[in-house]
């Protein structure tokens, strides 16, 4: 969970403030990305005042940088220590904020400082720029001008030092000058020079001094003599970040308040080569990302930034798994580049927070509603929900203010987006906190940070009305008869118990809804007792704990070798332990340097280690908590029952997935595999787990514990439905399962180019044989159509991958039937009376349905099939059922019905008329209404669809699946423009028919919106 106030548990953001009231509106308070360009005179004590943002509940990320192109995000390493202290006084000055990036993006060419040390003076009109910008951004915001002009005096009210913003500071003449909607060259080529194939020493040197050569000649002529002798840029490698980054670091955390402050590792620019050096031949990003994080490994890391984007606003482009070209085949040339980073971060280091801190379109943003926004969110949540992944806490826009031409403010197609976006619930944190009922009189301690205040509220409130800033663990008493309610909080009336004369207003929940206050009991008096005589031992520890009991850490905290802190060797700290680690106690209490002190054992990177952990910091915050005892829900299965999985499955050593090192995953288990159950359940990690024996992709037998379902309850595994083998021909449909197939020019895979693979179909998608097979590098190759995000595709596929394991399957049985069964010709009727052609097919028009989402999570194109059935057509029954809905959805399924099935559910819908009601039973084949026009239709149709057991509604296509494998096949008329022209004789049916259309609209999503 949030470790303090200044973090949000949404992962909702955008960098730079003005934009916070859409978070705030929707009572979603997420992040704001700050970027501070400061300089490095560690007598400059400027700062920001955050706390218009954090006491509105508003994350706050401030990212400190030396300054912009050609200044260095980091100055010149014989410049690192000023910096530190910089970045230190600084911090100290800047309250409402406890997260840090240090630098930004410097792997690139125009991070690095360009020959050496460079002076940044302090010009009076850099100050006067920044403040006409807030005061611009002000009059456009009337609604904010209290705020901001009150921000804007506390921003440059603080004397003689301030915060140095770089942008403004005049270039050398050696370098021309930026465009001016680009002023800090984010748009130049270089800065993603891999995506353009510029490599070598150019790739190094863009944008630099050190390739004025490839300016114009008439830029040359105007550099200076004491330019050209100027020295080279320093380039900054993981060696020489690490060194700054741990002395900003330890600057940081030692000032005052800032102890436990996160000072994150800098985002890494994806698709740049630039910086090369030994053990990274080639420039690799990634590469460059994980050596940084090795290095600050050992001396101590809180987290990282991440930057990743797309190319345009497709929003089919968010889930493309798309690879560049070579020399770099290997890494994504999208969105979910993002994946590559953390697929990478060291084992040791995957408990660490990470945050998204800039995404963008690369381009400047097309102001449509386009469902880009949605999609990203949706896409960084289904990460989030898969078991054993490194959560991420946070996904900025860049960017809101007018400052470049990326900017989102005013543009109100992409801030509708937005708003839908925050329509849905998307949290890196999903603890629920319960708070107890509070009264007069009642003592309380505070959760997080607080504020006092002079009065109740905290909305256009000056400066001078904070009382106090109140630490986590504080205990304070509520004063009064009754509390107030103001700006849509609950204030009470409250005085520190430690200190009687501090008192004032404090909020009992925070803008997002969570409890800043817990209700505490008050101690019984103490019986005093005669003082023996001389000194003697410490009055013994309270006893919260005891020996056996199982804790887990609140935050990040020291385990040591022996209890206490001060006069400790170096060697002391035995491990930092990360945030929600389990515990057991061994021994204690102690106290030593007034802290409660408890030894204790942790497994971590799958070893175990023991020390000394203290109970709580001398402020009142709590590092340790008991484990929440959980009670496993009755079992769904028992040992040497057979069960089957519905997903992709992680089969592990031991129960759980948290904290567990790479060794700990035994084999990847492929969908439909069947499983046995030795024992179990065990609940580990809120999941519950069995031990079972299964098949891993090459078919050797395997045993391990498998958990029954993902977070988040997305099912792993189901009753078990014997799988059919039967060979494939021409003409057969083939389904995927979990996991894409790429699809090819031609048969075979070895010594191929990267020009060789069309796309990847997703998984669930059907495809259809329409030639093959062939034998290519020791695998059978089929001819297939089918539908990738791009659009219909033909070209090859391997029935299986070259370890064996099966990329074409038949379509699993439905629950509890035998359903579809080739050789015994069982099947679903017919959902229609006649034959009919298919005007839409599964997966079809992948960036138009993009814009239309279940539960929040986007599709990945049309979830269902249209026929081409006539305005009239008698609707079939598919099997018998009950019908669970029949209504009118306008703009959207028009007259639909929904049937339930023992094995799932089918939906019929733009029906002209329905002939059953909610509740009725049905039979196969009933007429339960007529195909019409109805909704968002774009003509005559009957769209069928079915959901099977067990499904989750958020997996990208609503919980449906294709139903074309399940229905006769020689029924089914396989639309031409799908079939090559040898192929048209192999369907088996009735002469084809066919008519493009556009495909039809659903209804668009809004807060609250259930589809059917």
Same mark, same amino acid.
């Given at each position: 969970m949030a470790s303090n106030r200044f973090e949000s548990r949404w992962l909702y953001g955008l960098h730079d403030p003005g934009g916070e009231s859409l978070m705030l509106e929707a009572r979603k308070p997420g992040w704001i990305v700050y970027s501070a360009a400061i300089g490095r005179e560690p007598g400059n004590q400027?700062?920001?005042?955050?706390?218009?943002?954090?006491?509105?509940?508003?994350?706050?990320?401030?990212?400190?940088?030396?300054?912009?192109?050609?200044?260095?995000?980091?100055?010149?390493?014989?410049?690192?220590?000023?910096?530190?202290?910089?970045?230190?006084?600084?911090?100290?000055?800047?309250?409402?904020?406890?997260?840090?990036?240090?630098?930004?993006?410097?792997?690139t060419a125009l991070a690095r400082p360009q020959g050496g040390a460079v002076v940044m003076p302090e010009r009076a009109r850099t100050r006067a720029a920044q403040q006409a910008l807030l005061i611009e951004a002000a009059q456009a915001r009337r609604g904010w001008w209290a705020r901001l002009v009150d921000w804007v005096k506390r921003l440059f009210g603080r004397g003689a030092g301030r915060a140095v913003s770089v942008e403004a500071e005049p270039l050398p003449a050696a370098y021309p000058a930026p465009e001016a909607d680009d002023p800090l060259r984010r748009g130049v080529p270089e800065r993603f020079n891999a995506l353009?194939?510029?490599?070598?020493?150019?790739?190094?040197?863009?944008?630099?001094?050190?390739?004025?050569?490839?300016?114009?000649?008439?830029?040359?002529?105007?550099?200076?003599?004491?330019?050209?002798?100027?020295?080279?840029?320093?380039?900054?490698?993981?060696?020489?970040?690490?060194?700054?980054?741990?002395?900003?670091?330890?600057?940081?955390?030692?000032?005052?308040g800032h102890e436990t402050d996160l000072v994150l590792v800098a985002a890494v620019a994806p698709w740049n080569s630039q910086t090369t050096y030994p053990g990274n031949a080639r420039g690799d990003w990634v590469q460059y990302f994980v050596d940084i994080l090795r290095i600050v490994q050992d001396t101590g890391c809180d987290g990282f930034a991440l930057h990743t984007f797309a190319h345009g606003s497709n929003p089919a482009q968010i889930a493309s798994d798309a690879r560049m070209q070579p020399p770099f085949a290997d890494r994504r040339i999208g969105f979910r580049t993002y994946q590559d980073f953390l697929a990478a971060v060291p084992e040791g280091m995957r408990h660490l927070p990470a945050y998204i801190t800039e995404t963008d379109?690369?381009?400047?943003?097309?102001?449509?509603?386009?469902?880009?926004?949605?999609?990203?969110?949706?896409?960084?949540?289904?990460?989030?929900?898969?078991?054993?992944?490194?959560?991420?806490?946070?996904?900025?826009?860049?960017?809101?203010?007018?400052?470049?031409?990326?900017? %989102?403010?005013?543009?109100?197609?992409?801030?509708?987006?937005?708003? %839908?976006?925050?329509?849905?619930?998307?949290?890196?944190?999903?603890?629920?906190?319960?708070?107890?009922? %509070?009264?007069?009189?009642?003592?309380?301690?505070?959760?997080?940070?607080a504020s006092l205040r002079k009065a109740a509220g905290y909305l256009n409130k000056t400066g001078d009305d904070l009382v106090h800033t109140l630490t986590p663990g504080t205990q304070i008493t509520l004063l009064g008869d009754a509390p107030q309610e103001l700006d849509g909080l609950v204030?009470?009336?409250?005085?520190?118990?430690?200190?009687?004369?501090?008192?004032?207003?404090?909020?009992?929940?925070?803008?997002?809804?969570?409890?800043? %206050?817990?209700?505490?009991?008050?101690?019984?008096?103490?019986?005093?007792?005669?003082?023996?005589?001389?000194?003697?031992?410490?009055?013994?520890?309270?006893?919260?704990?005891?020996?056996?009991?199982? #804790?887990?850490?609140?935050?990040?905290?020291?385990?040591?070798?022996?209890?206490?802190?001060? @006069?400790?060797?170096?060697?002391?700290?035995?491990?930092?332990?990360?945030?929600?680690?389990?515990?057991?106690?061994?021994?204690?209490?102690?106290?030593?340097?007034?802290?409660?002190?408890?030894?204790?054992?942790?497994?971590?990177?799958?070893?175990?280690?023991?020390?000394?952990?203290?109970?709580?910091?001398?402020?009142?915050?709590?590092?340790?908590?008991?484990?929440?005892?959980?009670?496993?829900?009755?079992?769904?299965?028992?040992?040497?029952?057979?069960?089957?999985?519905? @997903?992709?499955?992680?089969?592990?050593?031991?129960?759980?997935?948290? @904290?567990?090192?790479?060794?700990?995953?035994?084999?990847?288990?492929?969908?439909?595999?069947? #499983?046995?159950?030795?024992?179990?359940?065990?609940?580990?990690?809120?999941?519950?787990?069995?031990?079972?024996?299964?098949?891993?992709?090459?078919?050797?037998?395997?045993?391990?514990?498998?958990?029954?379902?993902?977070?988040?309850?997305?099912?792993?595994?189901?009753?078990?439905?014997?799988?059919d083998r039967t060979p494939f021909k021409v003409g057969d449909l083939a389904a995927l399962g979990a996991v894409g197939v790429r699809v090819r020019r031609s048969p075979g895979y070895r010594g191929k180019g990267d020009d060789d693979v069309l796309g990847e179909f997703l998984p669930k998608s059907t495809i259809y044989l329409v030639g093959g097979p062939v034998t290519a590098d020791d695998l059978r190759w089929w001819r297939v159509s089918g539908v990738l995000l791009a659009g219909e595709v033909l070209g090859w596929v391997a029935e299986t991958a070259p370890n064996g394991g099966p990329l074409l399957r038949r379509a699993p049985k439905l629950p509890g039937t035998s359903i579809p069964d080739l050789a015994g010709r069982k099947f679903l009727g017919q959902p229609f009376a006649g034959a009919f052609g298919i005007s839409q097919l599964w997966g079809e028009n992948a960036a138009f349905y993009?814009?239309?989402?279940?539960?929040?999570?986007?599709?990945?194109?049309?979830?269902?099939?249209?026929?081409?059935?006539?305005?009239?057509?008698?609707?079939?029954?598919?099997?018998?059922?009950?019908?669970?809905?029949?209504?009118?959805?306008?703009g959207g399924f028009g007259n639909y019905v929904l049937l339930r099935h023992a094995w799932g559910e089918s939906v019929y819908a733009h029906l002209e008329a329905i002939a059953v009601q909610p509740g009725q039973a049905v039979g196969r084949g009933a007429v339960i209404g007529q195909s019409g026009n109805t909704g968002?239709?774009?003509?005559?149709?009957?769209?069928?669809?079915?959901?099977? @057991?067990?499904?989750?509604?958020?997996?990208?296509?609503?919980?449906?699946?294709?139903?074309?494998?399940?229905?006769?096949?020689?029924?089914?008329i396989w639309p031409p423009y799908m079939l090559e022209t040898s192929a048209l004789s192999t369907t088996g049916?009735?002469?084809?028919v066919t008519e493009r259309r556009p495909p039809p609209r659903m209804v668009e999503d809004a807060p609250g919106l259930i589809r059917p």
């Open positions: 400027a700062g920001v005042d955050f706390r218009p943002l954090s006491d509105r509940g508003v994350g706050v990320i401030c990212r400190l940088t030396h300054g912009h192109f050609p200044h260095g995000t980091l100055p010149h390493s014989s410049q690192y220590a000023n910096f530190a202290r910089r970045c230190a006084a600084f911090v100290a000055s800047s309250p409402g904020c406890h997260i840090w990036i240090i630098g930004n993006e410097p792997n353009y194939g510029i490599y070598g020493e150019d790739a190094g040197q863009a944008a630099t001094g050190e390739v004025m050569a490839q300016r114009p000649p008439e830029v040359m002529a105007q550099r200076p003599p004491e330019v050209m002798a100027q020295r080279p840029p320093e380039v900054i490698t993981p060696a020489l970040y690490g060194k700054c980054y741990d002395l900003c670091r330890s600057a940081i955390r030692q000032t005052p379109q690369v381009e400047p943003w097309a102001d449509v509603n386009s469902g880009w926004v949605q999609r990203a969110y949706a896409e960084v949540d289904r990460w989030n929900r898969q078991p054993g992944t490194q959560k991420l806490r946070a996904l900025a826009l860049y960017r809101w203010s007018r400052a470049d031409r990326w900017h %989102l403010e005013g543009k109100s197609g992409v801030i509708a987006d937005f708003q %839908l976006a925050l329509a849905h619930d998307y949290r890196w944190d999903d603890t629920v906190e319960e708070a107890a009922p %509070l009264r007069a009189g009642d003592r309380a301690a505070v959760k997080s940070y204030w009470w009336r409250a005085g520190v118990v430690d200190a009687p004369g501090i008192q004032g207003w404090l909020a009992q929940f925070g803008p997002d809804g969570a409890p800043l %206050l817990e209700r505490v009991e008050t101690p019984e008096p103490a019986v005093a007792a005669a003082a023996a005589p001389g000194p003697g031992p410490a009055s013994a520890p309270s006893s919260v704990f005891k020996v056996g009991d199982r #804790v887990r850490t609140t935050t990040i905290v020291n385990g040591r070798r022996t209890p206490g802190l001060t @006069n400790k060797p170096a060697d002391d700290v035995v491990r930092e332990i990360p945030r929600g680690t389990p515990l057991v106690i061994l021994g204690g209490p102690e106290r030593h340097d007034g802290l409660v002190w408890w030894l204790v054992r942790w497994k971590l990177d799958g070893a175990a280690g023991e020390g000394w952990v203290a109970q709580q910091l001398a402020t009142g915050e709590v590092l340790l908590e008991k484990m929440p005892t959980k009670t496993a829900p009755p079992p769904r299965y028992r040992p040497g029952d057979q069960a089957m999985t519905v @997903n992709f499955v992680r089969l592990r050593r031991s129960p759980g997935y948290m @904290n567990k090192a790479a060794d700990d995953v035994i084999a990847e288990i492929w969908q439909g595999t069947a #499983v046995v159950f030795i024992s179990g359940p065990r609940v580990v990690d809120d999941l519950t787990w069995w031990e079972v024996e299964t098949s891993d992709t090459q078919g050797r037998k395997v045993r391990g514990w498998m958990a029954e379902a993902a977070p988040g309850g997305i099912p792993l595994l189901g009753p078990w439905v014997e799988e993009a814009r239309y989402s279940y539960e929040g999570v986007a599709l990945w194109g049309h979830n269902g099939v249209d026929f081409l059935t006539p305005s009239g057509t008698p609707v079939l029954a598919t099997e018998a059922g009950e019908v669970a809905q029949a209504g009118f959805e306008p968002g239709s774009t003509g005559p149709h009957l769209h069928f669809a079915i959901r099977i @057991n067990p499904y989750t509604r958020t997996d990208g296509w609503g919980g449906y699946s294709d139903p074309l494998p399940y229905l006769d096949p020689k029924a089914v049916g009735p002469a084809p």
